[in-house]
């Protein structure tokens, strides 16, 4: 995945959580570790679309609302 896509999926990612009051903590599951969610806003790993789903589910949103950044 493009870095700079990457970067925008990734602050569009914390932007849901903090505005929903979620840590990393909080926003981990059995399927996505709060590790990997560190590694992904801070665009140090890609991601698959399985864990984004995971991700959606989580924070109560559409996948499509996590890419709602253009």
Do not use: H, P
């Amino acid at each position: 995945m493009n870095k700079a896509y990457l970067q925008k999926l990734a602050n569009r990612i914390k932007e849901l959580r903090t505005k929903n009051g979620l840590t990393q903590d909080d926003l981990a599951s059995e399927f996505v570790s709060r590790g990997m969610i560190s590694l992904l806003e801070t665009v140090r790993t890609d991601i698959t679309v399985s864990k984004l789903k995971c991700i959606a589910d989580n924070l109560g949103v559409n996948m499509k609302d996590l890419f709602d950044f253009d």
